[in-house]
């Protein structure tokens, strides 16, 4: 089988990003134009604007990542979009920059999921083998997936509520820390002691997670140490955080391991360049003799190369689209 060239456009919320990976595993070149500059002013990503940045940064970063290619698009073989979930302003701007260049030079549009990308980021680092345990952490996703073969996806748990991001920015806000906050608590925790007690939410026997009452449980700590007149120690609140929510995924995890099986697990979205959950997930695994793989920092957020790569092997599975392709902003993962 000849080499295969996808392209791959991510613009679901606020990075433009198009890459060119080989097969699947190879990156070739990578362009990722992020804005968090733009919105940390506000607090958090405000869609209107995120939709106007990726407006005047699409063409430019497909040009420079043709360039660093040293490529033309005659020699692409196919597109791969992330069609959804995200802000649907976002997604349309990329789907459309897609679906122009399939039109004008013939080449297959491969729609992809966005949670997907993040699964398939992982082999870029080596194959994927089966059955295993996708554990995906971002702003907007918490869900475990069991995978038994390429593109088969079985969600066998998710969030009730917050997803795991979400809370960590919730959190970083409420003690002060600006955007994006989950990278500074993260940082923080490294420097505390866990002095603060925390409920762990939703132990139960499914293999669901809850975030919200550990947000809310910090946010009443929070208040009533303001209401005595104590100030909140930052590195240790953050510290006492992150062990609860590490410590939330992991017993889920370990759950799944030992019921199901499983013997290759990976971590996937924005929060596996968490140190804290990295380091969680490593001594789990190697306590249960399990392949662990998690993306380098690079592939942990969102970018091109995840889509390109994972549009390789949507294609493999004769997942292509034609012109009528549409954005999502929610959807399931199949």
Same mark, same amino acid.
């Given at each position: 089988?000849? !080499?295969?060239?996808?392209?791959?456009?991510?613009?679901?919320?606020?990075?433009?990003?198009?890459?060119?990976?080989?097969?699947?595993?190879?990156?070739?070149?990578?362009?990722?134009?992020?804005?968090?500059?733009?919105?940390? /002013?506000?607090?958090?990503?405000?869609?209107?604007?995120?939709?106007?940045?990726?407006?005047?940064?699409?063409?430019?970063?497909?040009?420079?990542?043709?360039?660093?290619?040293?490529?033309?698009? !005659?020699?692409? !073989?196919?597109?791969?979009?992330?069609?959804?979930?995200?802000?649907?302003?976002?997604?349309?701007?990329g789907?459309?920059?897609?679906?122009?260049?399939?039109?004008?030079?013939?080449?297959?549009?491969?729609?992809v999921?966005?949670?997907?990308?993040?699964?398939?980021?992982?082999?870029?680092?080596?194959?994927?083998?089966?059955?295993?345990?996708a554990?995906?952490?971002?702003?907007?996703?918490?869900?475990?997936?069991?995978?038994?073969?390429?593109?088969?996806?079985?969600?066998?748990?998710?969030?009730?509520?917050?997803?795991?991001?979400?809370?960590?920015?919730?959190?970083?806000?409420?003690?002060?820390?600006?955007?994006p906050?989950?990278?500074?608590?993260?940082?923080l925790?490294?420097?505390?002691?866990?002095?603060?007690k925390?409920?762990?939410?939703?132990?139960?026997?499914?293999?669901?997670?809850?975030?919200?009452?550990?947000?809310?449980?910090?946010?009443?700590?929070?208040?009533?140490?303001e209401q005595?007149?104590?100030?909140?120690?930052?590195?240790?609140?953050?510290?006492?955080? /992150?062990?609860?929510?590490?410590?939330?995924i992991?017993?889920?995890?370990?759950?799944?391991?030992?019921?199901?099986?499983?013997?290759?697990?990976?971590?996937?979205?924005?929060?596996?360049?968490?140190?804290?959950?990295?380091?969680?997930?490593?001594?789990?695994?190697?306590?249960?003799?399990?392949?662990?793989?998690?993306?380098?920092?690079?592939?942990?957020?969102?970018n091109?190369?995840?889509?390109?790569?994972?549009?390789?092997?949507?294609?493999?599975?004769?997942r292509?689209?034609?012109?009528?392709?549409?954005?999502?902003?929610?959807?399931?993962?199949?």
């Amino acid at each position: 089988m000849k !080499d295969m060239y996808i392209l791959g456009i991510e613009s679901s919320c606020d990075e433009t990003s198009v890459s060119i990976v080989k097969n699947g595993t190879e990156e070739i070149a990578t362009i990722i134009s992020s804005q968090i500059d733009v919105h940390k /002013q506000y607090g958090g990503v405000v869609p209107e604007i995120a939709s106007r940045h990726h407006v005047k940064n699409i063409t430019i970063v497909l040009e420079e990542c043709l360039e660093k290619a040293n490529m033309t698009m !005659d020699q692409i !073989d196919a597109i791969a979009i992330t069609y959804g979930p995200g802000l649907i302003g976002s997604l349309l701007i990329g789907l459309e920059a897609a679906k122009t260049l399939a039109f004008i030079y013939n080449k297959p549009l491969i729609p992809v999921h966005h949670i997907a990308g993040h699964i398939y980021a992982n082999s870029l680092v080596k194959p994927l083998t089966f059955p295993l345990l996708a554990v995906v952490v971002s702003g907007g996703h918490t869900e475990l997936v069991l995978m038994k073969d390429h593109y088969q996806f079985e969600k066998i748990g998710g969030t009730l509520d917050d997803a795991i991001g979400e809370c960590y920015d919730k959190v970083a806000r409420v003690i002060g820390l600006e955007y994006p906050g989950g990278p500074k608590i993260d940082k923080l925790a490294q420097e505390g002691n866990d002095t603060y007690k925390l409920p762990i939410p939703l132990q139960d026997d499914s293999y669901n997670f809850s975030f919200s009452g550990l947000k809310s449980a910090v946010i009443n700590l929070s208040h009533n140490e303001e209401q005595r007149g104590e100030e909140i120690r930052k590195a240790d609140l953050a510290t006492s955080f /992150q062990k609860v929510a590490v410590e939330s995924i992991t017993s889920k995890v370990r759950k799944a391991i030992q019921e199901l099986g499983i013997k290759n697990v990976i971590v996937a979205g924005g929060v596996a360049a968490n140190n804290g959950l990295r380091t969680a997930m490593q001594s789990l695994t190697e306590e249960l003799g399990v392949e662990l793989s998690i993306p380098p920092m690079k592939y942990c957020t969102d970018n091109g190369t995840m889509i390109a790569a994972a549009g390789y092997f949507a294609y493999l599975n004769g997942r292509v689209s034609d012109l009528n392709l549409n954005s999502k902003s929610q959807d399931t993962l199949k």
